[in-house]
């Protein structure tokens, strides 16, 4: 009965680093992106470049960035601009 209580509090130990550890990821993943970049969905190319494949920001204007993430910006899909009102291109350097 003591052995099944120990491996139990063993689990719930394990359990609790588990989900402290994908906490602390998480936390760095979003603090290693800028605030400007959160902006942005991008994809990365095989060529060390990336492609700009969402734009979460304002609807009237899009700062169109050099760099995301420290890569440059190759390319905008196409479609990030369906269903939008996009009025002016704002170039952006990071």
């Known amino acids: 009965m003591l052995i099944e209580k120990e491996v139990f509090l063993l689990k719930i130990v394990r359990l609790t680093f588990f989900i402290l550890f994908l906490s602390l990821a998480f936390v760095s993943i979003k603090l290693s992106i800028k605030t400007d970049e959160r902006n942005y969905?991008?994809?990365?190319n095989s060529d060390g470049t990336v492609t700009?494949?969402?734009?979460n920001g304002p609807h009237i204007e899009f700062p169109f960035p050099s760099r995301l993430n420290g890569k440059k910006v190759a390319k905008v899909s196409s479609g990030i601009f369906e269903k939008r009102d996009i009025y002016s291109f704002l170039?952006?350097?990071?």
């Open 41 to 44: 969905d991008w994809r990365n």
């Open 52 to 55: 700009i494949i969402h734009y």
């Open 91 to 94: 170039p952006k350097v990071y």
